[in-house]
């Protein structure tokens, strides 16, 4: 509910209900957002993605924004450095992660070529003539084990006491 409540107080100013609490805040205040009053953000920027740091806690209004541009060209207030700040830690983080998951594929690579190494040594002749000869001596040791099985079946089993 709160999520909704912040788009539609982006989209349509936060006293779109005539809320008096809006015209008393200032671009100041602690609670509204100093990145978005300047250009950008990042909870916004990464919305349903693994790097959504979820819905900003803090207030985003296109009013407040109009009046910290009117206070920024008179050289009073800037809120760019926090931005620049923000925008420096997220490339980081970024970065580690892109780094953390190339070393996680380069791992996988490793033992996907382990695999296909053991797979062409596995794939020579001499293997290949002895797994057909197990196969068969298998083949060979169910059916004794079937013979085996009916012959109990039929004869008590103490049948060579007799």
């Known amino acids: 509910m709160d999520a909704m409540r912040k788009q539609l107080d982006v989209l349509m100013g936060a006293n779109r209900n005539g809320d008096v609490r809006e015209v008393n805040r200032k671009y100041f205040d602690r609670d509204v957002c100093r990145l978005f009053l300047a250009g950008l953000c990042p909870h916004d920027l990464f919305q349903l993605t693994k790097m959504d740091l979820g819905p900003c806690p803090k207030v985003h209004s296109l009013q407040l924004r109009k009046d910290y541009e009117e206070v920024k060209a008179k050289g009073t207030e800037n809120f760019d450095r926090e931005l620049e700040d923000m925008i420096d830690r997220l490339i980081v983080e970024c970065e580690r992660k892109i780094q953390r998951a190339l070393k996680r594929l ?5 033992k996907a070529a382990i695999a296909i190494s053991v797979s062409e040594v596995t794939q020579s002749e001499e293997v290949a003539q002895l797994s057909k000869e ?3 001596k298998m083949k060979e040791a169910d059916i004794f084990v079937l013979k085996g099985r009916l012959m109990t079946k039929s004869r008590p089993w103490n049948w060579w006491k007799n």
């Open 106 to 110: 380069a791992d996988e690579d490793a």
């Open 134 to 136: 197990i196969k068969e």
